[in-house]
C-alpha cells in the first residue's frame, strides 16, 4: 500500500458526464510528494461491484469514489482529505454529506439532524443543499451519501447484497462502523462539491435495495414484543430485563444486556432517530441502568459493570411545595456520550450533560456529574471523578495528572527489546487480493513497527503476489517476503512461514483474515502481560473482552474445541516451538497448526484464551480440501496421537461427540445447501461413518445424516 498515493475511482457509462468530470480533477492541488491516479470502471452491473473491483486493483491509501457526474469545487480537496486523514487515524471514510442517525426509512435524507454541504439538482435544478455544520473539523455519522465518499482504509464493498445503484453508501457506512471506524461529514466553509445527478430515481430497485438494506442490518427488527430502532445481528438481551421505548433504542451488533438491566425511555417520547444507542461488541452488566430523556450514546466494545446508573437528565426540584416526582426532569436537552473501548466500573453513577472519551476508565463507585469532560484514554474516579491518568500516544506511558501528583510523573524510558515481541507470520498462495487487503489491515494500525515484523511465505504463487508484497515493502522494513521454489502445500509453508520468525512469539495469520482497528495494539498488549504462557489463542466468535488462563492439552481441548483449527487465532512463544521434536509430523493433514499446539502445551502447558473479535474475514470459502478429511480424519487423528502426552481419554470422547452434533453434521448440512463442491461433500458420509459407527450415539448420528442426505441428495 502506497501511503503517499490518492486514486480516484469512477463507474462510468456516460462518456461525457466522465470525460467533463475527469477534467475537473486536473484543477485539484496535489499534496507535496504525493502522485494521484484515475480507475476507470465501465459498464459495471452496480456501483459496489465496480468499487470492489477498482479497490482491489489500486495500491493507494487514499481512495476517492466519485459518480461520473460529479464536480469537485474545493482546489485544495486533495490537501484537506489528506491532512483529515492523517490527523484522525480512526476515521476511515467520510462524504460531504451524511446522517447522524438513520430514521426507520433507512433514507438519510429522512434523518432530522443532517451535516454537510452539497450542490445539488436531485429536485430539478441545481441548489445548494446545507445543512448542519460539524462543530469541530467533522462530525461522525452514520450513513454518508454516495456522490462523493473518501476513505483511508479498504474494507470490501458489499456487492453480494447490493448489485445496483442504491444504499451501496449507506451499507459501505454500515461496514466501516462496524469494523471499528468513525464514518465522518467534514467542517467545509463552502461546499466541496456539485452533483448534476438530476431527479432522483425511486424505482422498484431502489425500494428492493432500501428492504435487503434494513433487514440485512437490523433496522426494525423484533425481539419478543418489543421492536428496536434497530437490532443488530447477535444480540443477547436476557429475559429478565426491563424495556420500553424500544423504537427510540439501537443496539449494533452482538451487544449483550445482561439480567435485570432497565433501558428505557420513561416519557416514551420516540422520534425517528434513537434516543439510545449502544455501538456493538458493547456489555451492559447486570441491574444497570439506561434513561434518556434526549440521548444515550454509548461506543463500540465498551464495558458497564454491574449497577451503574446512566441517564442524560436530573430530577428537577424548583418547587418545595410539589413532590419531587411530580417535577419532571432538569434538562431536555442533555446528551451522555461514552467512547469506544471504555470500561465503567461497579456502582457508577453517571448523569446529565457528561462527555467520557474513547478507551477510558471509570472506577467503581464513581459519580461523574453534569458538565464533566473526559478525554480519551484516561483513567478517572471519585465523587465527583475527576482524572488522574492519561495515556500519552507520543511516549506511549500513562502519565499522572497534576490532579493527583501535583504535576506529571515522567516514567524512566525502557529498554527496547532486542527483538520484536511478536512475528506475524501469513501463508500465502494465489490469494494477492486477500493479502493486500490483510497487509492494510495491519499497516493501517497505530502500532510502533519496531515492535513487530510481517513475514509473507509464498507457496509459489501465480498471482503476481511478489509484485505487491515488493510494493509494502518500500513503504515498511518490517515486512520480510519469502517464496518458495515449488508449490508444497499449506501445511509445508505453514511450517516453513513460523520457521522463519524472529519475535519472542510467532502469530499465524491467514491471509484472508483482516484486522480490526485498534487490533495490533491489543493483541500487543494482551502478549506483553501474558509471556508466561506458551500458548495464546484468539477466540474471535464470543467478543466479550474476557481472558481465561488454563493449563494442560485436556483443558485446552475442552475450552477451545475444534476451533483451534482456526489459524488466525493462534499465538505460539518461539521458544517452545523450536522445542518440537518433529513438527512436520502430520505434514500432510491440513491441520499441523493443530499438532503445533498441542506440542507447544506438551512442553509448557499454561495457555490464555482471549474472546474479542480483534479480526474479521473476507468469508470467502476457497476450498481445494476435503472437509471431511480435515475436520474428521486429520482432527480426530491428531488428538488422538496426545493420548498418551497429556490429553485425557474423556475429554476425547466427550470432544468426539461434541462437534458431530454441534459442527460436522452443521457443516454437511451447509456445504449441500450452498452446494460447496469445493470442499468436497461427496466424501463425508464416507469418513464420517468409520469415524462414528463403533460409538453408542451413532444412531441418532446416523439418522441426522439420513436426514440431511434425503433433504438434498434425495437418498
Not at 462530525?139 to 451519501?145: A, F, G, K, N
Not at 441491574?287 to 437528565?313: E, M, W, Y
Not at 501535583?406 to 532486542?418: D, F, N, R, S, V
Request: hydrophobic share 35%; proline share 4%; aromatic share 10%.
Amino acid at each position: 500500500m502506497d501511503d503517499r498515493k490518492i486514486c480516484f475511482i469512477m463507474c462510468v457509462n456516460n462518456e461525457e458526464l466522465a470525460e467533463r468530470s475527469q477534467h475537473n480533477l486536473k484543477q485539484l492541488i496535489k499534496p507535496d510528494g504525493f502522485t494521484v491516479d484515475l480507475q476507470i470502471v465501465r459498464n459495471a452491473s452496480g456501483l459496489a461491484v465496480g468499487y470492489d473491483q477498482a479497490m482491489r486493483q489500486s495500491d493507494a491509501k487514499y481512495k476517492v469514489y466519485l459518480h461520473q457526474d460529479v464536480h469537485i469545487l474545493n482546489s485544495q480537496f486533495l490537501v484537506d482529505i489528506v491532512r483529515l486523514f492523517s490527523d484522525y487515524p480512526l476515521l476511515g471514510m467520510i462524504g460531504t454529506v451524511g446522517a447522524k442517525t438513520l430514521p426507520y426509512s433507512g433514507n438519510w435524507q429522512d434523518a432530522s439532524q443532517k451535516y454537510g454541504k452539497l450542490i445539488d439538482s436531485h429536485t430539478g435544478p441545481l441548489q445548494p443543499l446545507e445543512f448542519m455544520q460539524p462543530a469541530g473539523e467533522y462530525e461522525t455519522v452514520e450513513s454518508l451519501s454516495g456522490p462523493l465518499i473518501v476513505t483511508q482504509y479498504d474494507l470490501p464493498w458489499r456487492k453480494d447484497l447490493f448489485t445496483g445503484s442504491h444504499f451501496y453508501d449507506a451499507s459501505h457506512s454500515q461496514e466501516f462502523i462496524s469494523s471499528g471506524y468513525e464514518v465522518g461529514v467534514p467542517k467545509q466553509h463552502l461546499p466541496w462539491c456539485l452533483h448534476n445527478c438530476g431527479i432522483l430515481d425511486q424505482t422498484t430497485a431502489y425500494e428492493d435495495a432500501r428492504h435487503i438494506f434494513l433487514e440485512y442490518y437490523g433496522y426494525g427488527k423484533t425481539h419478543g414484543q418489543h421492536r428496536f430502532h434497530r437490532l443488530g445481528s447477535g444480540c443477547n438481551i436476557h429475559p429478565s430485563c426491563q424495556l420500553s421505548g424500544t423504537t427510540g433504542i439501537a443496539l449494533g451488533n452482538e451487544v449483550k444486556l445482561q439480567a435485570d438491566c432497565c433501558v428505557t425511555l420513561p416519557y416514551n417520547n420516540m422520534i425517528s432517530e434513537p434516543r439510545i444507542q449502544i455501538g456493538s461488541g458493547s456489555d451492559i452488566g447486570r441491574r444497570c441502568s439506561l434513561s434518556a430523556v434526549n440521548r444515550i450514546i454509548i461506543g463500540a466494545q465498551v464495558a458497564i459493570s454491574t449497577n451503574v446508573h446512566i441517564s442524560d437528565h436530573n430530577p428537577a426540584y424548583e418547587n418545595i411545595h410539589l413532590p419531587v416526582m411530580k417535577q419532571g426532569v432538569d434538562s431536555w436537552s442533555h446528551t451522555v456520550t461514552i467512547g469506544a473501548g471504555s470500561w465503567i466500573g461497579a456502582n457508577t453513577v453517571i448523569a446529565g450533560e457528561v462527555s467520557i472519551g474513547k478507551g477510558c476508565v471509570i472506577g467503581a463507585g464513581s459519580v461523574v456529574v453534569s458538565g464533566t469532560v473526559i478525554p480519551d484514554y484516561c483513567v478517572a474516579s471519585g465523587t465527583p471523578a475527576k482524572v488522574i491518568r492519561q495515556y500519552d500516544l507520543g511516549s506511549r506511558k500513562w502519565l499522572r495528572t497534576s490532579i493527583s501528583s501535583g504535576g506529571e510523573a515522567e516514567y524512566p524510558a525502557e529498554k527496547a527489546p532486542p527483538q520484536p515481541l511478536m512475528s506475524i507470520c501469513i501463508p500465502s498462495y494465489n490469494s494477492r487480493e486477500e493479502l493486500d487487503l490483510c497487509l492494510k489491515s495491519i499497516y493501517s494500525q497505530n502500532t510502533r513497527a519496531e515492535d513487530f515484523e510481517v513475514i509473507v511465505s509464498d507457496d509459489a504463487s501465480t498471482d503476481h503476489t511478489e509484485e505487491l508484497v515488493q510494493k509494502y515493502q518500500a513503504n515498511y522494513s518490517n515486512l520480510r517476503y519469502y517464496r518458495n521454489k515449488r508449490h508444497e502445500g499449506s501445511d509445508s509453508n505453514t511450517l516453513k512461514c513460523a520457521g522463519y520468525a524472529r519475535g519472542e512469539f510467532i502469530k499465524l495469520h491467514g491471509s484472508d483474515d483482516y484486522w480490526l482497528p485498534g487490533s495490533l495494539e491489543a493483541m500487543y498488549s494482551l502478549i506483553d502481560k501474558n509471556r508466561d504462557c506458551s500458548l495464546l489463542f484468539l477466540d474471535i466468535l464470543s467478543n466479550n473482552g474476557v481472558m481465561n488462563r488454563g493449563s494442560g492439552i485436556s483443558k485446552y481441548i475442552e475450552q477451545v474445541s475444534i476451533y483451534i483449527t482456526f489459524l488466525s487465532g493462534i499465538i505460539m512463544r518461539r521458544k517452545e516451538f523450536e522445542q518440537i521434536a518433529a513438527p512436520e509430523l502430520f505434514i500432510d493433514s491440513n491441520l499441523t497448526q493443530v499438532y503445533l499446539e498441542l506440542s507447544i502445551l506438551e512442553i509448557t502447558p499454561d495457555y490464555c484464551v482471549y474472546h474479542r473479535k480483534l479480526l474479521t474475514s473476507s468469508d470467502k470459502i476457497t476450498g481445494g480440501y476435503s472437509f471431511a478429511q480435515t475436520f474428521i480424519h486429520s482432527y480426530l487423528g491428531i488428538l488422538n496421537y496426545f493420548l498418551d502426552k497429556g490429553l485425557d481419554a474423556a475429554v476425547l470422547a466427550a470432544e468426539k461427540k461434541h462437534i458431530a452434533h454441534t459442527f460436522l453434521l452443521w457443516w454437511y448440512n451447509y456445504m449441500l445447501e450452498k452446494n460447496l463442491q469445493q470442499l468436497q461433500p461427496g466424501d463425508f458420509a464416507q469418513f464420517f461413518v468409520a469415524a462414528y459407527q463403533d460409538e453408542t450415539y451413532y444412531p441418532e448420528l446416523h439418522d441426522r445424516l439420513h436426514r440431511i442426505q434425503a433433504k438434498h441428495l434425495n437418498i
